[in-house]
Every structure is written in C-alpha cells, then in structure tokens.
C-alpha cells in the first residue's frame, strides 16, 4: 500500500507516494535523481549513503522512506548554496579524496562535526569520521582538512 | 636545462571540484531511463559440482522477468592471459558462488526474486580448498581440458595436473653455491587471500541497440582490454571491435580490483540477450567479495644460502599459490611475482619455482602489489631471522646485498638506475634505527621493523599508450587518453605533463576518463606504470602540437622554426624579443596572411608509446633470454609499534616510506599513495582475513565481519620520502608509485612484533589473538 510523504529535500518541499518498505536511499537516488549518496554496503557499513535528517548524519539505506515524512533531508548538494563551502576547499587543498566515491558522506560527517564542536580534537575528528569508510587515501588527509578549518 | 614550471609541483588537482562536489557520476548514478533492465545473477551452491539440469519455469513465471539465460546461450572461452574462463559456467562449476545463468528483469528486486526460484540440480566433486590438496598426487583434475587451453607464449600450464603455469628461474649455479655457503636458512611463510574492498561496488550496463552497435558502460581500470575482450568473447555473434564501445565514468577504487574483465562480461553478454534495450548488472557487497577477483594465497618456501660476512650466495624459492578456479589474470601475478622473488638484492645464484595452483576458491587475480606483498612477507621476514641467527644487523645485511643499477636481474637484463640505498639511510635514520625504546608501561612493548621492497609493471611487451591533445579557441586544451583516474590523479598529472611542454597551466586543461569510441589506446591501467606508459604518450601529443605550432607560425609568420619557443602561452621568438603571438589567437582560426587567406587550422597533438625494448621471449626452463619487465621501483619502509603484551594488539605510533618515483610529478600526490597504501597495507597484516568454510564457502563475505580499516585504525604518524633518481625513459624522469606503498607493511610488522617480544609468525594476518597466543607459549611463566 503506497503512502503519501512530504518533506524538506535540500530545503525544496517534496510531496511524494512511497511503498513502505521503500529505503529513503533508494528514492533518493533513483526517484528523486539525488546521487551524491551512494550504496557501498547495503547494510549501514561504509557510511558512503549518509545523508542529513534534522541536522544529524545517518545512513539512508538504513532508513524507510517514509520514516522521513515531516522532516528536513539535506544531501551533499544541499550543502553548496553559491559554490563549495569552506569545507569542500580544504579537502581540494589536502587532496582529501582520491576516487571521491566516499567524498559526499564524509564531508556531510565532517560537517555535522564541525556544526556540534567548532575545534575538535583530532581524537574527536577520528571518532565522528568512523562510520564512513574510505580505502583510498588513509584517512589523515582528510583529517588535516578539518583540521586546517578549526585554525 | 630550464627550471619546470609545472612538473614537480603539488598543482591542486584538476577533478577536485567535481569529486568534492558529488558531480562525478560513477556507473550507478548514470541515467538510463526507464527502458532499463536489470539481471540478477543465478549462483553455484557448490565449489566444485557438475550441473545435471537448470530448471528456469518457475522464474519464468513471475511478472516482469523479461529474459532467463544461462550457459548454453553463450558456449564462449574467453579470459586476458589464458582462456580458462565461460561467461555462464558450462557443464561444471568451480566454486561456489560462481555465476550459472542470469534472469533480466524490470526492476532489480523482480530479477533477485525470480533468481531463486531457478532450480539447478548438481552432482557434487571433490572440492579441492587449497594447494596441497591440488597438488595431491591423482587429484582430482579441476580444468582436464587445461592443455587445450589458449593462453599467452608465457605461460607453460602442466596438462592433467592442476597446475595451470610454472615461472622457473634459473641462475647461475645454485647447487654450488649452496654448497659453497656458510650458512644456509631455510623456512615457510604463509599468506591468506585478500579483498580489494573498493568501496564502490562492480557495475556494468550493455546496449545492444536495433542497429548491432554494443555499448558497453563499465566501472572498470581496463576500458580497452574490456573492448577487446568483449569483442573476442562475443565474436561467434559477429560482433567487430569498431561496433563496440566501451564507456567507463569515474570508478570508485580499483586497486587492481577493476582490471581486466570479471563480471563485465555480464553486461555484454547479457545485452546481446534482449537487443535494444539497456541491462544493468550491479554487483553486491556479498558478490563483490566473492565473484571478482580475490588476492592469491601464497605457501613460500624460502631459502637462503650465505657467506660468513652476510653475502647472499644463493636463494631457493618455491612458491605455491593457491590461484582459484580460472587464472585468465591470476597466472600472469604468479608469472610476474616468480621473475623478481628474490627482492631488491643482488643475489648471484637464484633458483625460483613460481606455481600457479587451481582450486576450487574463487578465481585469484590482479591487487595492488600484484604478488610482491605477498613474497616479500616471507623474504623479508627470513631475512630478519637471518640476520638474527648470524648476529648481523638487518639494515646492515640488506645494505651489503641490496641491487644496484647495473646488476644482473633474474632473466639476464641489468638492473636500473636507483636510488635503494639511499631509501635505507633515509629510513633507518627517520625511525632512530637501533635507538632501543622502552614503554613506560611495563605492559607494552616497542618494536622497529624494516623491509624493503621492489615492484616492476607486470605487462606483455607490446602494452602501449597514446594521447590526443586538442586545442580549443581560447587556448584552452582537452586531452584524451584512455589511462583511468582511479584516485591516483592521473588526469592532475597528465595535464602537469602536458602544461609542461606548451606553457599552458593546469588549470586550463581538462582530461576526463575514457570512451573507447573518442579516446585512444591504452592497455589498462594497472602496474603503476600510467604516469610512465601514458605520461610518455601525452608528452609526445604535447611535443607534436608544439611542432604543429612552430609549423604554422613559420609557414604564415616567415619566422624561424629553430628560434621559436613557448612562454606563458605565448609564441615567442630567440631572434625577435618583440614578437609575441598567443596560443588562443590562432590555434583553431589559423593565421591570416596579408593577402587575406589563412594559415593553419585546428591544433590536434598525437602520442604513442610502447617500450620496443622488452620481450617476454625466454627459456621456459631458466627464464634466461628475454627482456620482460621494464624497469623496477625500489624503496625502503620501516616502521615502530607498541604491543600491548596482554592482548596483543597493536598500536603504531610512526611509520616511514622511502620510494623511489624517479620524479615526482606532483609531490602531494605521491605522499598521498603513501599514507593511503601503507594504511591498506598495515590492515592486510593486522586484521583482514578471508575465512572459508569446509566446502569452500567464503563465510565473511561483508564489512561487519571482513574489517577494513578506519579512520581510528591509522598510525599517529607518517613520513613519506620521496627520491628521485631519474628513470631515463619516464617522463621527465618518472616511474610508477601506486602499488609500492603497501608492498612492505607485512614484514616490516612481522620484524617489528619479533623486536618487540621476541616472536616470529610466519603466517599472515599477524592479529592480535595470535601475537597473544604466541607471547603465552613463548613464556614459560604463562
């Protein structure tokens, strides 16, 4: 039985019939033509679908479409008002990604970070990028991007 | 010579808005329609069974199946190195998990549905789940047609046996060198097979359209050798090379992973199977696992024979590597890990048998290293507890043996100019080598390991690589290539090479990833050798649209060719300081003559290479002959770590690698090789594993139970050192770097957990469970 859901997407109001058992990744991407959350696992392992609910990072193929009915969805591009936020220049200046397939998940946890605790401490960065996997580049210039924006 | 401009320089990449962005499209965000169908792939149950009989009725029943093929649609052999492989298995499976038929689909949950109701009945065989057993005399044969196999000139498979391939290497006199020794070591090591774990999944979407033209789209390293084997594994369907198009958007990780073709084919095939409409097969995380390719498992056994003083007289290796159960990639590792098994040392008398095994695990292929990290583990380990036994220090006794440019290489040729030894210094001096550190924590022990490492590109001697450089009006350039950005910023460094030699920076140049029918040749990339392959093919484009320039400014201008040069975009001249003609004035429009006509025309560089200096043409008894591999990169990796005595885990406070790049084209990029393959490394040593179970089914096919690292997994420090002794053939002096970083993590863990506690384990992965369990038995307190 479809249901009805409306929401914020990227501060654009959706309105929206889903099945229930539809995942918010999948209608993100494949019925809203939202792809900077990506499927690496299926399974809420590698962090690469993460998107924003009401401020917080969680991963979208963990969660019911209709879970976020009345709700506030920012993805990646939701993020960029007039270009790249400060955030997206530093991981360019550190070369903070190689591939860039897990890039879109970590900067929206390196921003939630950065929204809850303006100079974390490496620890504390380490710890909030923990559920987004990255086998390219080692994870430390990523770390020193966020870093260099606490200065 | 001129100082570089570009070269050299740590330019800000050239895809970092589009990746940072989320702009870059990878295949599965790549629109198709809704015309688009997706296939789900009917698995063995089995890792070695005969098929009886597949029953597709029931699957055939559900709404929205559109098409059910299995392997009678598709009696087709195809593979890169040897045709071991079929599309969909045949009359036999091979391991389990291994691909029978597929049902297509109109939506992707509809295909899985209709998949399980395929009913295959199966006549179990002896499941053969590693090398002794293979090797086993009146083994069950996994391949008996194995002697009629196509395969490369290369490769000597062993007809009604199980092995699919011998690399001997024979030097000099080994039996009287042994004899001759003081001391000889001799020992086993052991290596598990790894996952790629490239966080995007494998994908690939066909289009065989009404007009017999096959697209192809690919998440894929090797876009041109995908063409080349669709086109041989399809050519019963008189499908040509031209009408084939392959398509590969960004990738998310390859790390040899996305080489050659392994479920690809899927895509091809199955798109010839519902003509004019697009099929999508994307691979789970499961399936990612266990049907691409898997990193070998390796049996060493390694020894070693040498004079009082720490001369390395002799070396015996046999290397038995459990390649799974098609080779059509992994015999070529196996090929190239037994040319270069006895590491960066100059050793007189070598003795090598690398054996490419068949068994019923899933299929072993290319991964970063391509067989290096795994004998390296051994070798380097052995020479630790070498030097031990004889009392010498390990950086002193791999100083005394370690190659230099000039010495003779396993197959004859002479090694390469190189910068080793200085790659130890440099290692030894940045990690305080025998500076003893003691834990404040009477808990904790620190230890310092060291290994070095070489790797040379494992291709045939015909891979090439070309290039075609366009001018646009406002002097702006597109390059094309079909060398893939897989994250090691190719595209950046390829624009450097190319800002090099025209003057025109960077940031003014775009280099996207390839489309077989716009970009021209390029083997794969793979073997860290794109920088060198590709980086020559795009320095000869720029050369020739240079030439092309000076060309018209003489023919419109009178000017003299042999004064002219570029700066800053401009042409200028030697004999005339006020001439000074932009590049986007005239490079599509030409040059206007006074009469009113134009010289010139648009701008189009054309490069190639190909080393025409190698042949893979030896004596297949001693590898004596030919002239494989093109040059080798060296360096030297050392490492400290605090183990906590109880629990065995490891911390690592400091690591340093010291390679040699020849030139770095781009410093920060190398660095980033560096941190990102040490980490991928390090975690092949402490914790991932695969784990079969009894008949050959792998039972940690995801990331909750095969743990890669994260970002609380990495060391608290990391040196990377870069040298540069330069390559003569590389542009501007560059070789490859990408597989090297992670070449040396498992032994130089191996010696630093041995200098911490004084315990040696020879079998990979070194966790934290079996260093506790090592400590206990170790100490007659416990």
């Not at chain 1, 209608?27 to 959350?37: A, N």
């Not at chain 2, 299995?70 to 045949?90: C, E, N, S, V």
């Not at chain 2, 390694?302 to 038995?320: Q, S």
């Not at chain 2, 005239?586 to 190909?610: C, E, N, T, V, W």
Request: glycine share 10%.
């Amino acid at each position: 039985m479809k249901q009805e859901i409306k929401f914020n997407l990227n501060a654009e109001a959706i309105v929206l019939e889903v099945s229930p058992n539809e995942l918010l990744l999948e209608v993100l991407r494949d019925k809203l033509g939202v792809k900077s959350p990506k499927c690496g696992c299926d399974k809420g392992d590698c962090g690469t679908c993460t998107v924003m609910i009401n401020g917080k990072t969680i991963r979208s193929c963990l969660v019911l479409a209709i879970e976020v009915d009345g709700r506030e969805v920012v993805t990646l591009e939701g993020l960029m008002g007039s270009g790249l936020t400060p955030l997206q220049k530093s991981f360019i200046e550190h070369n903070s990604f190689q591939c860039g397939f897990c890039t879109p998940g970590m900067i929206l946890s390196a921003t939630e970070l950065l929204a809850k605790n303006s100079k974390p401490e490496k620890n504390e960065i380490q710890e909030a990028l923990s559920g987004n996997l990255c086998r390219c580049t080692g994870y430390t210039p990523i770390i020193d991007a966020i870093t260099d924006l606490t200065k | 010579m001129a100082e570089n401009k570009y070269i050299g320089k740590s330019t800000v990449r050239i895809d970092g808005k589009v990746k940072v962005s989320g702009a870059a499209e990878f295949i599965d965000d790549l629109d198709f329609g809704p015309d688009l169908l997706f296939a789900a792939i009917v698995e063995s149950k089995f890792a070695h069974a005969v098929i009886n009989s597949i029953d597709t009725c029931e699957a055939g029943k559900i709404p929205g199946v559109v098409k059910i093929v299995t392997g009678k649609d598709f009696p087709f052999r195809f593979g890169l190195y040897m045709h071991d492989r079929f599309i969909f298995a045949q009359d036999r499976v091979r391991f389990v998990g291994e691909q029978i038929g597929a049902v297509i689909a109109r939506d992707a949950a509809t295909a899985l549905k209709a998949a399980k109701l395929v009913k295959v009945e199966y006549t179990e065989l002896p499941a053969i789940l590693n090398v002794e057993q293979a090797l086993a005399k009146d083994a069950y044969l996994i391949h008996p047609e194995l002697c009629h196999y196509k395969h490369v000139p290369w490769f000597f498979p062993k007809g009604d046996t199980n092995i699919a391939h011998i690399r001997k290497v024979r030097k000099g006199d080994v039996a009287k060198a042994f004899k001759e020794a003081d001391f000889v070591f001799e020992d086993t090591y052991t290596v598990p097979r790894y996952a790629h774990c490239a966080i995007e999944l494998h994908g690939a979407v066909g289009l065989y359209d009404n007009s017999d033209r096959l697209t192809v789209w690919t998440a894929s390293q090797s876009p041109y050798t995908q063409r080349n084997l669709f086109a041989e594994a399809l050519a019963p369907l008189g499908l040509s090379h031209k009408d084939i198009r392959v398509i590969t958007p960004f990738i998310g990780g390859g790390f040899g992973g996305k080489a050659g073709v392994s479920m690809e084919i899927l895509g091809a095939a199955l798109a010839t199977a519902v003509k004019g409409r697009p099929v999508k097969v994307l691979w789970s995380r499961r399936q990612e696992f266990y049907n691409t390719y898997q990193r070998q498992g390796l049996t060493a056994r390694i020894k070693v024979g040498l004079k009082k003083d720490g001369t390395i007289v002799a070396m015996d290796n046999i290397l038995n590597w459990d390649a799974g159960a098609y080779v059509e990639y992994g015999a070529n590792v196996v090929n190239a890990a037994g040319l270069s098994a006895s590491g960066p040392y100059n050793i007189p008398n070598v003795s090598i048998d690398s054996v490419c095994i068949y068994t019923n695990l899933p299929p072993g292929g290319p991964y970063r290293g391509f067989g290096y990290s795994e004998f390296l583990f051994g070798l380097e380990s052995h020479l630790n507890e070498i030097a031990k036994k004889m009392n010498i220090d390990p950086v002193e006794l791999r100083r005394k043996n370690a190659i230099r440019e000039g010495d003779i290489l396993n197959y004859g040729g002479k090694m390469n100019a190189n910068g080793l030894l200085e790659a130890i210094a440099k290692v030894a001096k940045e990690i305080e080598w025998g500076k003893k550190e003691i834990s404040s924590n009477p808990n904790k022990a620190i230890g310092k390991g060291i290994a070095l490492f070489w790797k040379a590109p494992a291709m045939p001697p015909n891979a090439s690589s070309s290039a075609f450089l366009k001018f646009n009006e406002d002097g702006s350039i597109n390059i094309l290539i079909s060398g893939m950005e897989i994250g090691q910023g190719l595209l950046t460094a390829m624009a450097q090479i190319a800002a090099e030699v025209l003057t025109v920076p960077p940031e003014k140049i775009r280099v996207e990833t390839p489309d077989t029918d716009r970009n021209p040749y390029e083997w794969q990339t793979v073997g860290s050798h794109v920088t060198w392959g590709c980086g020559r093919a795009v320095e000869s484009a720029a050369i020739d649209a240079r030439e092309q320039i000076f060309d018209i400014v003489e023919r419109a201008l009178g000017k003299s060719r042999k004064s002219l040069y570029l700066e800053n975009e401009f042409v200028k001249s030697h004999d005339d300081k006020t001439f000074m003609l932009p590049l986007r004035e005239f490079i599509i429009a030409g040059i206007q003559k006074p009469d009113g006509s134009y010289r010139g025309g648009p701008i189009l560089g054309r490069g190639m290479f190909m080393p025409e200096f190698t042949s893979a043409l030896s004596d297949p008894e001693t590898s004596q002959g030919g002239h494989p591999n093109v040059h080798y990169t060296v360096g030297a990796s050392a490492i400290k770590i605090e183990v906590d005595r109880q629990t065995g885990k490891v911390k690592i406070p400091k690591v340093v690698l010291a390679v040699d790049v020849g030139k770095a084209i781009n410093p920060d990029l190398i660095r980033g090789q560096i941190t990102g393959g040490l980490l991928q490394g390090i975690a092949t040593v402490l914790y991932e594993d695969m784990r079969f179970n009894e008949k050959g089914k792998l039972i940690n096919a995801n990331f909750t139970d095969y743990k890669i690292p994260t970002s609380m997994d990495i060391p608290d420090e990391i040196i990377p050192i870069l040298i540069e002794v330069p390559q003569p053939d590389g542009p501007s002096g560059a070789r490859g770097v990408g597989e090297h970083t992670m070449i040396p993590c498992a032994p130089m863990i191996a010696n630093a957990v041995d200098d911490a506690l004084g315990i040696r384990i020879k079998s990979m992965p070194i966790t934290a469970e079996k260093i506790a369990m090592a400590t206990r038995s170790n100490d007659p307190g416990q």
